[in-house]
């Protein structure tokens, strides 16, 4: 059996998660449905799923308490968080954080 993994994909970034090509953009207010079809409201992601072909194979919308399936694993979207201006200028990126239930 796989131990738990968990991952922080910032905003703006792409990731390599057991081959599959992840991005991550526009965490924002909004709405999402979840796996029983219920409509959520509150901090939402936007998650490209791409295989390792990179085909794609999804672009949902998540909140958290959301799953994805990446390469045949359940992964729960634990946290979304939004980024924020920094001290002298800029901004920092926000983060969705994922760990694998199955």
Do not use: F
């Amino acid at each position: 059996m796989a131990s738990q993994r968990t991952i922080r994909l910032e905003e703006t970034t792409v990731a390599d998660i057991d081959g599959w090509m992840v991005t991550v953009a526009n965490i924002m207010a909004g709405e999402w449905t979840d796996h029983t079809g219920a409509t959520m409201r509150g901090l939402t992601v936007e998650i490209g799923l791409y295989d390792e072909d990179r085909g794609l194979q999804g672009e949902p919308t998540v909140g958290a308490g959301a799953v994805l399936r990446i390469d045949g694993r359940v992964w729960r979207v634990d946290a979304v968080v939004a980024g924020g201006a920094l001290p002298g200028g800029g901004v920092d990126n926000g983060y969705v954080s994922l760990t694998t239930v199955a």
